[in-house]
């Protein structure tokens, strides 16, 4: 829906004979920067640190490391049927707002380019973390590592959230379902074996 709301928009922008026609496509990019992108990146959680701690540390050993990652990317998380289509909405609409930044300012339409400019830095930061987790946990890159080791622990961090965040809300059956998919992982069992105490770690991480 989103892509074809701005394909129409970004056709009447150069194709309509209207003064203001050539903002019209900036609509909707400005908009989705402003009211849809900060639940993203500003990171702010759907209950209280404490409370999100408090309830992992029953089960997890490394429950602070989990509630840092769950709280970064609470949204990517709380979402995991619809974060996707959010990443390729924003993936859309930052490459609109920065084609729309050129040709603003080639027209010496400076304000306009600049705002532009603004919403296509915002979406583009949105579309790193919208669906982070997941897209971490599905690259082999991240999971194997190599020889950046922050890499394979974000992975682990990743892969852990997913199944963490079912913990927070137990009655959600896609959350459920989604960490039961991730669980069944042959190295995420391994990691669960160290740091989940249902599945036999220990109290100390």
Not at 68 to 83: E, F, G, K, N, V
Request: charged share 20%; proline share 4%.
């Amino acid at each position: 829906m989103i892509f074809v709301i701005n394909v129409t928009a970004i056709y009447a922008s150069f194709s309509l004979n209207h003064m203001n026609a050539i903002y019209w496509g900036a609509i909707l990019p400005v908009l989705y920067a402003i009211v849809v992108a900060p639940h993203a990146l500003i990171g702010r959680p759907g209950m209280p640190r404490a409370a999100i701690t408090k309830a992992l540390i029953a089960k997890w050993n490394n429950a602070d490391d989990l509630s840092r990652y769950i709280i970064q990317y609470w949204m990517a998380l709380a979402y995991p049927s619809t974060s996707w289509k959010k990443r390729r909405n924003s993936v859309t609409l930052y490459l609109t707002s920065f084609f729309l930044c050129a040709c603003y300012f080639a027209k010496e339409s400076f304000v306009a380019g600049l705002i532009m400019f603004l919403a296509g830095y915002v979406l583009y930061q949105m579309s790193l973390r919208v669906d982070r987790p997941r897209l971490v946990y599905a690259n082999p890159e991240f999971r194997v590592g190599g020889n950046d080791e922050s890499s394979r622990r974000e992975w682990e961090l990743a892969a852990m959230s997913i199944i963490a965040f079912a913990d927070l809300y137990p009655d959600d059956g896609t959350l459920k379902e989604s960490a039961n998919q991730v669980s069944e992982d042959g190295d995420v069992k391994f990691l669960l074996a160290h740091h989940r105490y249902d599945h036999g770690a220990s109290w100390a991480s």
